[in-house]
C-alpha cells in the first residue's frame, strides 16, 4: 500500500521560496499511469490543485502558479519536492502530496480528494 509523507518548514518569510519534500514508501516513483500532485488548502477555502510531475519527469502546473511554481523528483530517494517562490501571507495553507491515476486527474484537479494522499503539513508564510 502506497504511503506519502510531506516535510518542510512550517513557517516561511514572505518573499522567500517554499519548499517542501514528498516521501514515497509500498510504491515507486518510476511507475508509469500515475500523476504525483501537489495540492494546498487554505484556511476556510477548498482544495487547490498546484501541479504535478510523471514518471518520466514531465510537469503541469496550474496557469494561476505557473510562474512560480516548480516539481521536480529524485528518483534515487523515491520523493518528489515543490518551490513555491516569491510567497505570501495568501500562501499559507496545508500543503499536500498525492499519488493519482492518470484517469482520475481532472477530478483533482476541480477540487476533489482521489487517489493516495500524504497526512499534509501547514506551512504559515508570515514575518
Known amino acids: 500500500q502506497v504511503q506519502l509523507q510531506e516535510s518542510g518548514p512550517g513557517l516561511v518569510k514572505p518573499s522567500q521560496t517554499l519548499s517542501l519534500t514528498c516521501s514515497i514508501s509500498g510504491a515507486s516513483i518510476t511507475t508509469n499511469y500515475y500523476y504525483w500532485n501537489w495540492i494546498r488548502q487554505p484556511p476556510g477555502k477548498g482544495l487547490e490543485w498546484i501541479g504535478y510531475?510523471?514518471?518520466?519527469?514531465?510537469?503541469y502546473y496550474s496557469p494561476s502558479l505557473e510562474s512560480r511554481t516548480s516539481i521536480s523528483k529524485d528518483a534515487s530517494k523515491n520523493q518528489f519536492t515543490l518551490q513555491l517562490t516569491s510567497v505570501t501571507p495568501e500562501d499559507t495553507a496545508v500543503y499536500y502530496c498525492?499519488?493519482?491515476?492518470?484517469?482520475?486527474?481532472?477530478?483533482?484537479?476541480?477540487?476533489?480528494?482521489?487517489?493516495?494522499w500524504g497526512q499534509g503539513t501547514q506551512v504559515t508564510v508570515s514575518s
Open positions: 498525492a499519488r493519482v491515476p492518470v484517469e482520475s486527474l481532472s477530478a483533482l484537479v476541480v477540487g476533489q480528494k482521489t487517489g493516495s
Open positions: 510531475i510523471t514518471a518520466s519527469g514531465s510537469t
